[in-house]
């Protein structure tokens, strides 16, 4: 439970506010962390790609982030989450042996 925890905060927190940051979207700590974490929920849902992008969309918007802003993070998220998929398949294999 304690790793899942550390995984959400700094895998799934810290890495979007990051992304916002980069993109230079400011916003509200608080406000920030209430939303990812139900985001991280909805994109669990195995539903298809899509449903994440859209959960950005309808819970950032009303804290005034821009829908472009929302997408953007979203689709960042997935192609870093791919490139780390890509990096630690190599280890997964290996450890099958």
Same mark, same amino acid.
């Given at each position: 439970?304690? &790793?899942?925890? +550390?995984?959400?905060? =700094?895998? %799934?927190? *810290?890495?979007? +506010?990051? *992304?916002?940051?980069? /993109?230079?979207?400011? @916003?509200?700590? #608080?406000?920030?962390?209430? !939303? =990812?974490? +139900?985001?991280?929920?909805?994109?669990? =849902?195995?539903?298809? %790609?899509?449903?994440?992008?859209?959960? &950005? @969309?309808? &819970?950032?918007?009303?804290?005034?982030?821009? @829908? #472009?802003?929302? !997408?953007? !993070?979203?689709?960042?998220?997935?192609? /870093?989450?791919?490139? !780390?998929? #890509?990096?630690? /398949?190599?280890? &997964? /294999?290996?450890?099958?042996?």
């Amino acid at each position: 439970m304690i &790793y899942s925890f +550390l995984f959400n905060l =700094i895998g %799934v927190g *810290l890495a979007n +506010l990051i *992304l916002f940051w980069s /993109l230079g979207i400011n @916003i509200d700590l #608080l406000d920030y962390f209430s !939303v =990812i974490f +139900l985001i991280s929920i909805v994109a669990s =849902i195995p539903a298809g %790609v899509g449903l994440k992008e859209w959960a &950005y @969309i309808a &819970y950032f918007a009303p804290l005034g982030i821009s @829908i #472009l802003g929302a !997408v953007m !993070v979203a689709i960042l998220n997935r192609f /870093l989450q791919g490139l !780390v998929n #890509l990096a630690a /398949l190599p280890i &997964y /294999l290996k450890s099958k042996k």
